[in-house]
């Protein structure tokens, strides 16, 4: 029996923050995009569209804050508005770091082209698929993905070190790409970030569906 | 901390019909229990067999144990009087006497003969409106009619009077359904302080009072004890589908 007053509002949310971790994906594909496509027309979209994030994430911070008041969630009910509550932010920074990426993209495409960093389109691959699964078990509830999803994280931060490390080379043998290796790796710094922000989302689908707080658990 | 009470595979029967089913639970000394279910659970019941109040039905029968520090309240000696002297009991509805508020609370102390003397009957009668916290409200009035204070300030005196023949252990059933939000947060203060000194199991309706006040929750449903956990697990992840389900509104 899913008629309570509380579950047409519990149902608004959750479209809501879909919305929001839709907004979020686009966001961080198409500024990976601007940049290995060069299209810095695209980079401003993903800057100009910030704003809407902005704004879903008050909305949804409001309707957590009245649904709380007004309709007293427990159990289930509770860990739902907790754990949208506590990842709606994590997706509008996840957005932010999108729009430094796409900051990057505007000005590497006025660079001359450097040579393409196989790990660095490997890490916003695995970031992107990260996110897509991530919400896919926010939704489905299913802990047993989100736990696979931060194991992932370790692909990201693997491929951080060896992008850090070519670019550092790419720095001393050839000053002239200094600038570009420089905003690469502030892309491959928010690449890796936004993997541990996913990490936090999973960590927060399993609270939802199991009511344990894994986060700085040791085998976590 | 013990057990105050504890109570094992306990039946109870009006006439033919079974009321409660093979309950076992034990009440933590010092600690408030809350007992919840949608009406007809059997909640208020099983509160009423803890100081034996259901005797006063001719029909009513009960088989299994309930022990209070041990003792089995259901043994063929106790002394039912004594017995509800250290159970003492709150209602829904504030039932003072047709007398002063002095005498409401003096009552109990008298006939148990409590007080050495007049002085020491005075004494009892203010440390017991005290711990009501209520004292500040009728120290002034203390010979008026009981029935000239609010129904939040009744409610306490009868809290008062029984505090007042010096009980272990205090059963209250819905002692704040009737009451305004402004006395309903007076009697639940009253309640978290008193677990100082006494057990209590609160009778409620109210979810969020039980999750405020209590330290653990039992969940009854048609006649059976479905879950009994710490407070804080019942109302953030409880182990049953059905206490989930009520108390997030689904039935009840």
Known sequence: ?220 | MGNKIEVSNLNFYYGKAQALYDISLAVPEREVVAFIGPSGCGKSTFLRTLNRMNDTIPSARVDGTVTIDGRNIYAPDTDVVSLRRRVGMVFQKSNPFPKSIFENVAYGIRINRIHQNKADLAERVEKALRDAALWDEVKDRLNESAYGISGGQQQRLCIARALAVQPDIILMDEPASALDPIATQKIEELVVELKNNYSIVIVTHNMQQAARVSDKTAFFMLGKLIEYNSTQKMFTSPDEKLTEDYITGRFG
């Open chain 1, 1 to 220: 029996m899913e008629n309570r007053i509380i579950d047409h509002q519990l149902g608004r949310l959750k479209d809501r923050i879909l919305l929001l971790g839709g907004a979020t994906e686009t966001a961080l594909n198409r500024a990976m995009e601007s940049l290995a496509k060069r299209n810095s027309e695209l980079a401003q979209k993903v800057l100009d569209e910030d704003k809407i994030i902005n704004e879903m994430e008050l909305e949804i911070d409001r309707m957590s804050v009245e649904i709380i008041a007004l309709h007293q969630p427990a159990a289930h009910d509770l860990r739902f508005v907790i754990a949208v509550a506590k990842i709606t932010p994590i997706l509008e920074r996840i957005a932010d770091h999108a729009c430094n990426i796409a900051e990057s993209a505007l000005i590497l495409n006025t660079e001359p082209p450097i040579k393409e960093h196989v790990d660095l389109s490997r890490m916003a691959q695995v970031a992107a698929e990260m996110l897509r699964s991530a919400l896919d078990a926010f939704t489905a509830e299913d802990s047993e993905v989100s736990r696979r999803v931060i194991e992932r994280d370790k692909e990201i931060d693997e491929g951080y070190h060896r992008v850090f490390g070519e670019l550092l080379e790419s720095m001393i043998d050839d000053p002239t790409t200094t600038t570009s290796a420089a905003h690469l790796l502030f892309v491959a710094k928010h690449l890796e970030r936004i993997g541990d922000y996913v990490k936090d989302i999973c960590e927060l689908n399993v609270y939802l569906r199991e009511a344990v707080f894994i986060k700085h658990s040791p085998k976590n």
